[in-house]
């Protein structure tokens, strides 16, 4: 039998109500002694979750004025008895509340240990147990959507379609293996390659949106930069819709790095606004514009702008070698100023680069910036509707895996290899997409994936 498990399960500090959560054999007895309700009558007389007004009590004392529902095994979160008590949502009734449940025969519970048992108790597979988590920290109503949808278990039936088709596959294998001689037809070399190819364009399409899976639930990191004065700081304030950095017509006002989120076609981005680039011997601003640099490398996306009413410097070319191998958008700002720039040496230095004209001034171009953005991050489209992402790098890393196993698979099959050495790859294939729902998965990588849950959770 599992021990009773507690935990307060809303975020720390104050607020209006507080939960705590108890779930395990022990959980209706233990309410049932530290809960009293003015009719006085056996918790368990109730409704499955109606909520009990009353008071918790340790002997005489009053320690908070409550609600309490009482959860019956199994159809609950864990499967196992639930219970949840609502109580004023400071620190001391739920500590007092929590340390007197854990004078019982209760412990505290780890970290994801109630989605755990879920998972455990096999209401849940570990694809959607995880979502819980991805729900929870999602940034954006995209992020969510997502991750809901990988809660109603669509990467699941997504994943076990594929499985039940390598097992069909491997089965027929097997007996080609085992009876030769029988009556039954053997699968042929090309039959094998037929339903290897199928699931491997199946697995492929799923890799090719994992990008943009792993965008929406991370976010991009997008760096604007440029030389000073171009329109960086403007350009940041119109995608935040407000006005965040400082904006002056002297050159270098932005001396050190700004970070803000924006949300952008349900796209998470982080975007940094950096220093202007140019040599300066202001110590403040050199370390600022060494930053700025440095902020390159780590940029998914850079957007790097230029002034329209100037010539291309010495700086923009230097920016431009930095920026060569990135994803980039290059702006092209203050087009309501005499153009002096030469776009024909611009097209020859930046070469297949998306380039977007811009008055920042006048709000001209800031739409296109932000479709530009969104079709990178969704192949093309610039408002996916699509929520069928995989999210998850654990995810990603098997899926991957398991596309290696069959390709392995296809080349044994093509050079007509043994059937024993194909059915190796495949079952590799088989194993390792089991362990995105948590099929076949150790517990030690259980325990891992868990343990970065929340408290409560
Ligand atoms: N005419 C015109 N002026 C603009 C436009 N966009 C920005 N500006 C002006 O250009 C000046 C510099 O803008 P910022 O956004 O501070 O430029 P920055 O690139 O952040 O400059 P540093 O922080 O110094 O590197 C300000 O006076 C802005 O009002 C535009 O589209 N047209
Ligand atoms: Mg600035």
Same mark, same amino acid.
């Given at each position: 039998?599992?021990? !009773?498990?507690?935990?307060?399960?809303?975020?720390?500090?104050?607020?209006?109500?507080?939960?705590?959560?108890?779930?395990?054999?022990?959980?209706?007895?233990?309410?049932?002694?530290? @809960?009293?309700?003015?009719?006085?009558?056996?918790?368990?007389?109730?409704?499955?979750?109606?909520?009990?007004?009353? %008071?918790?009590?340790?002997?005489?004392?009053?320690? *908070?004025?409550?609600?309490?529902?009482?959860?019956?095994?199994? /159809?609950?979160?864990?499967?196992?008895?639930?219970?949840?008590?609502? &109580? %004023?949502?400071?620190?001391?009734?739920?500590?007092?509340?929590?340390?007197?449940?854990? !004078? @019982?025969?209760?412990?505290?519970?780890?970290?994801?240990?109630? $989605?755990?048992?879920?998972?455990?108790?096999?209401?849940?597979?570990? #694809?959607?147990?995880? =979502?819980?988590?991805?729900?929870? #920290?999602?940034?954006?109503?995209?992020?969510?959507?997502?991750?809901?949808?990988?809660?109603?278990?669509?990467? =699941?039936?997504?994943?076990?379609?594929?499985?039940?088709?390598?097992?069909?596959?491997?089965?027929?294998?097997?007996?080609?293996?085992?009876?030769?001689?029988?009556?039954?037809?053997?699968?042929?070399?090309?039959?094998?390659?037929?339903?290897?190819?199928?699931?491997?364009?199946?697995?492929?399409?799923?890799?090719?949106?994992?990008?943009?899976?792993?965008?929406?639930?991370?976010?991009?990191? !997008?760096?604007?930069?440029?030389?000073?004065?171009?329109?960086?700081?403007?350009?940041?304030?119109?995608?935040?819709?407000?006005?965040?950095?400082?904006?002056?017509?002297?050159?270098?006002?932005?001396? *050190?790095?700004?970070?803000?989120?924006? /949300?952008?076609?349900?796209?998470?981005?982080?975007?940094?606004?950096?220093?202007?680039?140019?040599?300066? +011997?202001?110590?403040?601003?050199?370390?600022?514009?060494?930053?700025?640099?440095?902020?390159?490398?780590?940029?998914?996306?850079?957007?790097?702008?230029?002034?329209?009413?100037?010539?291309?410097?010495?700086?923009?070319?230097?920016?431009?070698?930095?920026?060569?191998?990135?994803?980039?958008?290059?702006?092209?700002?203050? !087009?309501?100023?005499?153009?002096?720039? *030469?776009?024909?040496?611009?097209?020859?230095?930046?070469?297949?680069?998306?380039?977007?004209?811009?008055?920042?001034?006048?709000?001209?171009?800031?739409?296109?910036?932000?479709?530009?953005?969104?079709?990178?991050?969704?192949?093309?489209?610039?408002?996916? =509707?699509?929520?069928?992402?995989? $999210?998850?790098?654990?995810?990603?890393?098997?899926?991957?895996?398991?596309? /290696?196993?069959?390709?392995?698979?296809?080349?044994?099959?093509?050079?007509?290899?043994?059937? *024993?050495?194909?059915?190796?790859?495949?079952? +590799?294939?088989?194993?390792?997409?089991?362990?995105?729902?948590?099929?076949?998965?150790?517990?030690?990588?259980?325990?891992?994936?868990?343990?970065? @849950? &929340?408290?409560?959770?």
């Amino acid at each position: 039998m599992e021990d !009773t498990i507690v935990a307060i399960s809303t975020p720390n500090g104050e607020g209006a109500i507080g939960i705590i959560r108890m779930s395990g054999e022990n959980s209706f007895e233990v309410i049932n002694k530290i @809960f009293v309700n003015k009719s006085k009558n056996n918790l368990e007389s109730y409704k499955n979750r109606e909520l009990i007004y009353g %008071h918790i009590m340790d002997g005489e004392n009053v320690i *908070d004025e409550v609600l309490v529902s009482l959860m019956k095994s199994p /159809n609950t979160y864990t499967t196992e008895n639930v219970v949840e008590i609502n &109580c %004023h949502g400071g620190s001391v009734p739920i500590r007092r509340i929590l340390d007197l449940i854990l !004078t @019982f025969d209760v412990r505290m519970a780890d970290p994801g240990e109630f $989605t755990k048992r879920a998972f455990l108790n096999g209401r849940l597979d570990l #694809s959607q147990a995880e =979502s819980v988590m991805d729900l929870i #920290s999602a940034k954006t109503p995209k992020g969510f959507d997502v991750a809901y949808n990988q809660l109603e278990g669509y990467l =699941s039936v997504k994943i076990n379609t594929i499985r039940d088709k390598l097992l069909e596959l491997m089965s027929k294998i097997e007996v080609s293996i085992d009876y030769p001689e029988e009556d039954i037809k053997d699968i042929t070399h090309n039959e094998i390659l037929n339903e290897l190819n199928e699931n491997k364009n199946i697995i492929n399409k799923m890799l090719k949106n994992s990008e943009t899976g792993k965008i929406i639930k991370n976010g991009l990191s !997008t760096v604007i930069i440029g030389k000073p004065n171009v329109g960086k700081s403007s350009l940041l304030n119109a995608l935040l819709k407000e006005a965040k950095a400082i904006v002056t017509n002297i050159p270098g006002t932005t001396r *050190d790095v700004i970070e803000e989120y924006v /949300n952008i076609n349900g796209i998470p981005l982080k975007i940094i606004d950096t220093a202007g680039i140019r040599e300066t +011997d202001n110590e403040i601003e050199k370390i600022g514009v060494n930053r700025s640099k440095s902020f390159f490398n780590k940029a998914d996306l850079v957007i790097f702008v230029l002034n329209n009413a100037e010539e291309i410097s010495k700086e923009d070319r230097e920016i431009i070698q930095y920026i060569e191998d990135k994803k980039v958008i290059i702006v092209i700002n203050k !087009t309501d100023l005499e153009s002096k720039i *030469d776009f024909n040496e611009l097209n020859e230095l930046l070469k297949n680069k998306i380039m977007i004209r811009t008055s920042i001034t006048n709000e001209h171009g800031i739409e296109e910036v932000e479709d530009e953005i969104a079709k990178m991050v969704y192949n093309g489209d610039i408002k996916s =509707s699509e929520n069928e992402y995989i $999210t998850n790098i654990r995810h990603i890393n098997l899926i991957k895996k398991a596309f /290696n196993s069959i390709n392995a698979a296809i080349n044994a099959t093509e050079s007509a290899i043994g059937y *024993d050495f194909i059915e190796v790859d495949i079952k +590799d294939a088989y194993d390792y997409l089991g362990e995105i729902t948590g099929d076949t998965i150790g517990e030690d990588v259980i325990d891992k994936i868990f343990s970065n @849950f &929340c408290l409560g959770k």
